[in-house]
């Protein structure tokens, strides 16, 4: 079996307050960028998703942001509430890839009352 | 709207066994992908379907692995024989599009001892 796991990045806030997840990526073939929430015992939820040729977008309380220059996007969560306690995972698809996605590691967000 | 549907939840099974996991994709959607879950290496992607027809196997660990789609609601992943490395949670997913954002079920949880 598994000794060793891996040690995900952790994310704590209060109630209330705003969070922002960072993912880096490597693959500046990459175009295509989803971000997924995923809660004890279910599978990865689609949060929202941004297209190479913009810089931002923006959802219900969540807006992701993208910057190719330095190969970075990131999901903010205004007032972040308890139900938002997740690992968050961010997932890229490299344009010649057909629908092969590449999952990064995921951060923990937990948010304290 | 039902979701994707997997079966079983959970699998407790010896190694040696063969296991068969299914899927239930989203009614409509042409493509159906299979993930691997481990805390070691993350979400994986094993393979992935396009109107029935397997596309990219690439991830599949080795000839112990297989998946089939016989009709387009229904898929399923074997491993025979099996063993304890094989313990993770494994997720179907479905999507619409090609490169459209998979959406998940809930795994299931395979333990082999």
Not at chain 1, 68 to 83: C, D, E, F, N
Request: negative net charge; charged residues 20%.
């Amino acid at each position: 079996g598994e000794s060793v796991g891996l040690h995900l990045p952790t994310l704590s806030v209060q109630e209330g307050d705003n969070s922002i997840i960072n993912c880096a990526y490597s693959n500046s073939a990459s175009d295509y960028f989803i971000w997924y929430k995923q809660e004890s015992g279910k599978g990865p939820q689609f949060i929202i998703d941004i297209r190479s040729n913009m810089d931002k977008r923006q959802g219900q309380r969540v807006t992701v942001l993208l910057n190719k220059t330095v190969k970075h996007l990131s999901l903010q969560i205004a007032a972040t509430q308890p139900g938002d306690s997740a690992v968050y995972f961010c997932a890229e698809k490299e344009e010649t890839s057909g629908s092969r996605l590449t999952f990064g590691e995921g951060t923990q967000l937990t948010v304290n009352p | 709207d039902a979701g994707v549907i997997q079966s079983p939840r959970h699998e407790v099974t010896e190694m040696g066994q063969e296991v068969t996991l299914r899927c239930k994709p989203i009614s409509g959607h042409d493509y159906l992908f299979w993930y691997r879950q481990t805390m070691m290496r993350g979400l994986e992607l094993l393979i992935y379907f396009n109107n029935n027809v397997p596309i990219d196997d690439s991830g599949m660990p080795e000839d112990r692995f297989s998946a089939k789609m016989p009709n387009a609601s229904f898929s399923t992943l074997k491993i025979q024989p099996s063993e304890p490395r094989d313990s993770a949670v494994y997720f179907c997913a479905s999507s619409l599009l090609e490169g459209g954002p998979p959406h998940f079920g809930n795994g299931t949880r395979l333990t082999v001892t």
